[in-house]
């Protein structure tokens, strides 16, 4: 009895110990880890930056005609429509623009001056003789604006107008408006004629911008 109570106790441990060393079911739940985001934007509005506009430095032997042949001319008096000047349409400086958005509905860079049916003055007081100068843009940035355009004026660009004008700005930063002064006889009493006099004449611009 001894003898098989050892054997049978060897061999219940053998036993044991084989069902020991067996894979055990797993029981443990697993686990994964990510990350995301939640971004929430807000756009800044439409800005418009005047400049301080250089139109150009003249000597007493020239008359407004001289002024008119460089920055433009429109003489109602005698065209039906205006001269491009020796510098082009989009050679002024007007300011710089900003927009997040791809389209707005227009703006204007204007003196003090008013003349009928017509924005964008600069009045120039020489000799007791006003001479107007009227401002137009052409070029924002890359984008050459297109928009209504008064008739007599077409070509020089657009100044304030009702409307939607398109807009391309890829990376988002401020872009120069580009554009023109043309010498406008309407409502002015100088002539072209008239020789300049020495001095610096300015005029405060009022900017106006819609979106």
């Known amino acids: 009895m001894p003898h098989l109570l050892s054997k049978f106790s060897t061999t219940a441990a053998a ?16 686990s994964s880890a990510g990350s995301g985001a939640a971004a929430l934007t807000v756009e800044g509005e439409c ?14 032997n020239q008359t407004w005609g001289d002024v008119g ?14 001269r ?23 703006f204007n860079v204007v003196g003090s001056g008013v003349v009928t049916n017509t924005q964008g003055v600069v009045p120039i007081v020489m000799n007791g003789k006003l001479m107007n100068i009227v401002l137009f843009v052409k070029k924002v940035g890359q984008t050459t604006v297109e928009g209504f355009q008064i008739p007599f004026f077409a070509g020089a660009g657009v100044v304030m107008q009702p409307g939607i004008y398109a807009y391309s700005n890829s990376d988002g930063s401020p872009q120069k408006v580009l554009g023109s002064a043309l010498v ?6 100088a002539a072209l004629t008239d020789k300049l006099t020495a001095g610096t004449y300015t005029d405060k611009l009022t900017y106006t911008l819609l979106f």
């Not at 406008?184 to 009493?189: A, E, K, L, N």
């Open 15 to 30: 036993a044991a110990l084989a069902l020991a060393a067996l894979p055990q079911a797993a029981h443990a739940a697993g």
């Open 47 to 60: 800005s418009l930056k005047g400049a301080t506009v250089d139109l150009g430095t003249y000597t007493t």
């Open 69 to 82: 042949a460089i920055l433009g001319l429109a003489d109602q008096a005698s065209d039906t429509s205006y």
């Open 84 to 106: 491009v000047g020796a510098l082009g349409t989009q050679y002024l400086e007007l300011g710089t623009f900003y927009c997040p958005d791809t389209q707005f509905s227009g």
């Open 184 to 189: 406008h006889t309407r409502g002015s009493t």
